[in-house]
């Protein structure tokens, strides 16, 4: 029986995908390059980030530094004037300094096991990433995972359940009990 839920914060808990991708485009598109969409989904699906598109077109890393300050702009921007809010959630109290290495280790999830006192058995991971995935699975513990527009393309083999939306938790859950 599943009695603790580790849920992934941007993507599955606020919906930030979106204004991540935007904020990397509109700033590579200021240096003059234009982000492609389909790329950078395949991009992040295999772990690279915004950034791989622009590196094989040759921008050098000083370009690279300069459109990653503006893109963390643009981005903290849209976090504060964009609706990024998903129905359904409430607040989470687990946050990046709570651990010290980050997805895919599994490190992140190790951590909130201990927080709650809960066995690997117990608990559910929501994801939306490979990433994230690779990082549940890394620790032992069962994940669904949430498709969006941004990982539509990857069908997640390691994934114990394939949700479309949060809704799709209930049904995981009187599956497991």
């Given at each position: 029986?599943?009695?603790?839920i580790?849920?992934?914060?941007?993507?599955?808990?606020?919906?930030?995908?979106?204004?991540?991708?935007?904020?990397?485009?509109?700033?590579?598109?200021?240096?003059?390059?234009?982000?492609?969409?389909?790329?950078?989904?395949?991009?992040?699906?295999?772990?690279?980030?915004?950034?791989?598109?622009?590196?094989?077109?040759?921008?050098?890393?000083?370009?690279?530094?300069?459109?990653?300050?503006?893109?963390?702009?643009?981005?903290?921007?849209?976090?504060?004037?964009?609706?990024?809010?998903?129905?359904?959630?409430?607040?989470?109290?687990?946050?990046?300094?709570?651990?010290?290495?980050?997805?895919?280790?599994?490190?992140?999830?190790?951590?909130?096991?201990?927080?709650?006192?809960?066995?690997?058995?117990?608990?559910?991971?929501?994801?939306?990433?490979?990433?994230?995935?690779?990082?549940?699975?890394?620790?032992?513990?069962?994940?669904?995972?949430?498709?969006?527009?941004?990982?539509?393309?990857?069908?997640?083999?390691?994934?114990?359940h394939?949700i479309?939306?949060?809704?799709?938790?209930?049904?995981?859950?009187?599956?497991?009990?």
């Open positions: 029986m599943k009695k603790y580790l849920f992934d914060h941007d993507g599955v808990l606020v919906d930030t995908e979106f204004w991540y991708f935007r904020s990397a485009e509109r700033a590579l598109m200021e240096a003059g390059f234009t982000l492609d969409k389909d790329q950078y989904l395949r991009d992040t699906a295999r772990g690279s980030g915004s950034w791989a598109q622009a590196k094989t077109a040759g921008m050098d890393d000083r370009t690279l530094s300069r459109v990653r300050e503006a893109r963390n702009g643009y981005y903290q921007e849209y976090l504060r004037t964009e609706a990024i809010e998903i129905d359904g959630v409430v607040d989470t109290h687990l946050v990046r300094e709570d651990y010290e290495l980050a997805k895919p280790h599994s490190e992140p999830y190790l951590a909130g096991l201990k927080r709650f006192g809960a066995d690997r058995e117990e608990t559910l991971v929501v994801e939306d990433s490979a990433r994230g995935l690779t990082s549940a699975v890394a620790a032992g513990i069962d994940c669904a995972v949430v498709h969006s527009e941004f990982t539509e393309a990857n069908d997640f083999p390691q994934a114990s394939r479309d939306s949060l809704s799709g938790l209930k049904d995981i859950l009187l599956e497991v009990s």
